[in-house]
């Protein structure tokens, strides 16, 4: 008889921690899904720093081949295909030259 009414005591009880425990796993679903997001955004910007690296070095290996001719490579937000809103400007001044890459959208 004593058991009985322990039973119907803790009826329920197991309901409740099932559900329970269903919040806290779907809360560490949402937590990976979240880091999975932000490691995503986090590859995608380091590719364009990357990208806008590579190219930088690029137009500074094509300078040094010809340094006789260091004022045809100056431009001014030239447009970057590679580079989301990407923009390089290279600009020199004797023999120094300052190539910048800016790229607003992700950095």
């Not at 796993?25 to 590719?47: N, Y």
């Not at 001719?69 to 600009?91: H, W």
């Amino acid at each position: 008889m004593k058991s009985q009414r322990l039973l119907k005591q803790q009826g329920g009880v197991v309901l409740l921690e099932g559900l329970i425990a269903i919040v806290i796993f779907a809360f560490g679903v949402l937590a990976i899904v979240g880091m999975q997001a932000s490691t995503m955004r986090a590859t995608s910007d380091a590719k364009y720093r990357v990208d806008a690296s590579f190219l930088i070095n690029q137009t500074l290996g094509q300078m040094w081949a010809d340094r006789n001719n260091l004022a045809g490579y100056v431009v001014t937000n030239q447009v970057v295909s590679g580079l989301p809103s990407g923009k390089r400007t290279v600009a020199v001044n004797g023999r120094d030259v300052t190539v910048t890459v800016h790229c607003p959208a992700k950095w």
